[in-house]
Every structure is written in C-alpha cells, then in structure tokens.
C-alpha cells in the first residue's frame, strides 16, 4: 500500500491539478510533502516501537496512513490535499520500518532469509506498478479513488496484524532525543527537499542548492550531536556493527541505481521513444516479474554461495543488467526489453533481499529498533539522490548535446551514470567477512 501509493499519485497530478483550477507545478506540493513527513518522522519509528510496542505501532500506523488517505481523497482543497498527505507520511514513516521490526524480533533466524524476500517484493513491485494503475485509474474513475483504494486494504491490514501478530511489551521507557530528533528532521528535510527541486529546473538550480546547503548543515550538527549523546534517534555508532555499516553503506550505492529505475525508464519509453503510457507500463512491469520469481531462489542461493560471494556477484550482474538498458533504442524488440528488464528484476530484487537480511545479522535484540530506523532513514535518502542522480545526468547530457529535450542518447548516458554509481557498492560488499550470516544463510 505504502509503496504503490508514493508512486501512483505521480500519475494522477494533471488531473487533480484541473480539478482543484491549479497547475501540476503547485500540486507538486503534494508529493515534496509526504516526502518530508517521511524524512522527519522515520529516525523517531525505533523509539515509538520501544516504547508502544512494534504490533499496537505497526496498528496505528496504517490507521494512520488510511485517515490520510481518506483526507487526500477528500481533500477539497490543495491546502487539506497536502494536509492528507503530510499525515499519509507520518504513517508510512513508521508501517515500514515498524513492520521490518515485527520480522526480525518473531521470525527464527533460520527462516529470515525468506521472510525478507517476502518484504522486498512490495518495495520493488510498487513503484513499477504505481504509474500504470495511476494512469489507469485517473482515466476510467477519478484521481480520488488513488487515495479511496487504500481504505480496504488497509481494513484487511488491520485485521491480519491483529489476527497473527502476538502483542509484546514495551521494550522501555527511555526518553526520546529531541535535540536529535529536530536536528535530523532538519537535515534530512533539507537534504530530500533540496534534491526535489535541484531535478525541477523551473525552480533554479540556485534555490535547490541553498537548501542541500542548509540541510547538510544541520546533518553536520547531527553528526556532532550524535557523538555527544547517550542514546541518539540515529545511532551513529551502530555503523561499528560490520554488517550493518557495509550493509548501509554498500546498500546506499546500490539503491541509487535502483531509485533512478522508475524514473528513467518510463520516461524514457514515453518521451524518447513516443509509446503510450499504457505501452511503457506493460514493458515497466516486467522487471516486478523478476522480482516476484526471484523470492523461492533467494534461500537456496544464500545457502549455496553466502553472503558475500552473492551480494559481489549478484551485484555484478545487476550492473550489467542496468547497464544494458543504456543499450535500449526505439527499435529494440520488445522481446529483449522484457527479456533483460525481467533479468534485471531478478537481480535487483535478490540483492535487496540480502542487504535487508544481512544488515540485522549481528544487531543485538535491545537495538534493533534503533537499527530498522537507522536503515529505514538511509533507504528513504538514497532512493531518492536515485532520482536526483539520474536527472542530473539526463540533464547535464543534453546540456551537452545543446538539446532542449531528451533523445535516447540522453537517457543512455543517465542509465550509465547511474550503474557506474551502483558497481561502486561492490567493492565495499568485499570488505564482508567470508562467513558473514552464516547463521542466516545457513552455509557452512
């Protein structure tokens, strides 16, 4: 739900820009706005879960997430419009990392692999799905039903948290870091919203760079913080945990790759090689194919090879895969568009799946809410400097080119650039000790 609806709204902008006499710029608002609730209120997930309890929390945030879909949906205006959707954010910053948490304190190591290639699906699957049900939707009912569908399946969320998750104590009353809390929510605020804008040229690229500035300037006063304090919202030194650190660090590179994904492609199949929305989305839904088919190999390759040997060669190929896009004209047959976007689904989705399972290997139970925050927040980051990377490059390679809009050859060097980030994550994957997860993976 989560991961569908911060994509699909993308899709419905035009029309709810008619319907509130607006222009889509305006309405943009909407999507900087649940961005930033994200950025604010996922460092704070950790120590609500602590302190409510990870099943009442996961709960609260998906009543959380359907009252601000019902608002949205409602919304009159384009002031409760973004209204909705700051409390849409407040609950999708908390049903993610709240739900990783459920997983890793009820599941046996044995069978985690498992259950976060059942996680990584959603992730992976959403925003591929989002543009063409968006398009969808927005065609044959109305760009409110983008909000009203979440209702039902939040409802059947509802019930099955609270049919089979069992209920657990709070883990403490410790007090929250709200000097922290501030100071990251600053930061991160500055660093998403000053990227957001750095990839809308209209705005100038002098306003997005002052608010990067600004917002690496609190992150900077984070960092200081986090030194100083007992027990800050974003624990700094779990980066000492070795397969924590690579993973946060090697999984950052790697999602960059990822996040420029359902940026580039769609809009490379619309605008550079004139098909339909409805084309592009039939051909974008093919790397959810290989993501799906990817869930019954994820523990048997773990088992076989481990984790490092798998991420640094499962990172190779889904640089290749990548890579090939870059490789894409508007003569391609579509054969091998699926062919390699299926592939490279696939592999993208195994290495997700290893670096959400590896990252918590050796994180002690007192502090995995710490770290599901932690992890969340760097997610949510890198997902979206994917974004930015992939646009600056298209934009900078057309600058070069003296074109005013994208050619092929445009959205062939984003998709370089963008794989050349994603290869770096692998060599830093290297630095895994050879039976990292042994106990997860199951290899000898």
């Known amino acids: 739900m989560q991961n569908v609806d911060s994509t699909v709204i993308a899709t419905a902008l035009p029309a709810m820009a008619e319907s509130f006499g607006s222009d889509v710029l305006r309405l943009s608002l909407a999507l900087t706005a649940y961005m930033l609730s994200l950025a604010v209120f996922i460092p704070a997930s950790g120590w609500i879960a602590d302190r409510f309890g990870p099943r009442e929390v996961f709960r609260g945030a998906i009543v959380v997430f359907c009252a601000g879909s019902a608002l949205s949906g409602l919304a009159p205006s384009l002031a409760l419009l973004v209204a909705g959707r700051v409390v849409q954010g407040i609950g999708g910053a908390l049903m993610v990392p709240v739900g990783r948490l459920v997983l890793l304190r009820m599941v046996p190591k044995s069978e985690l692999v498992s259950a976060m290639a059942w996680l990584t699906v959603p992730a992976l699957v959403g925003p591929i799905v989002g543009p063409p049900l968006g398009g969808l939707i927005v065609t044959h009912v109305s760009w409110r039903w983008v909000f009203f569908l979440n209702l039902p399946v939040g409802l059947l969320g509802l019930v099955l948290v609270s049919r ?23 930061g991160l605020t500055g660093l998403i919203f000053g990227a957001e804008l750095s990839t809308r040229p209209i705005f100038g690229h002098g306003i997005g760079l002052a608010i990067l500035a600004f917002g690496l300037g609190f992150c900077a006063l984070y960092v200081r913080h986090a030194r100083r304090a007992a027990r800050p919202v974003l624990d700094l030194r779990l980066l000492g945990v070795p397969s924590f ?3 946060v660090y090697a999984g950052s590179l790697f999602r960059i790759g990822v996040g420029a ?8 199949l619309q605008v550079g090689f004139g098909m339909s929305a409805a084309e592009a989305g039939l051909i974008t839904f093919s790397a959810s194919i290989g993501a799906i088919a990817m869930k019954p190999a994820a523990s048997t390759l773990l088992r076989r090879y481990g984790f490092r040997m798998l991420l640094i060669w499962n990172g190779l190929l889904s640089v290749v895969t990548l890579a090939a896009c870059a490789l894409f004209r508007p ?14 689904g696939f592999f993208r989705s195994l290495q997700f799946t290893s ?6 290997a ?19 980051v890198s997902l979206t400097l994917g974004v930015v990377t992939a646009a600056a490059a298209l934009e900078g390679s057309m600058h070069a080119g003296g074109r005013s809009s994208p050619a092929p050859v445009d959205f062939a060097t984003g998709f370089a650039i963008v794989a050349v980030v994603m290869a770096l994550s692998v060599p830093v994957v290297a630095r ?4 990292a997860g042994a106990v997860l993976s199951g290899k000898r």
């Open 164 to 186: 089979l998750i069992p209920g657990g104590k709070p883990a403490g009353r410790r007090a929250l870091d709200w000097p922290g809390l501030v100071l990251s929510g600053l």
């Open 331 to 344: 003569d391609t047959p579509w054969w091998l568009l699926h062919g390699v976007l299926i592939t490279g």
């Open 261 to 268: 994904v359902p940026f580039l492609l769609p809009t490379m």
């Open 245 to 247: 650190g690579v993973s």
């Open 362 to 380: 050796d994180i002690r139970q007192h502090r995995m809410a710490d770290a599901t925050g932690f992890y969340s927040t760097m997610q949510q």
């Open 432 to 435: 895994l000790p050879k039976d």
């Open 355 to 360: 670096f959400n399972t590896i990252a918590f």
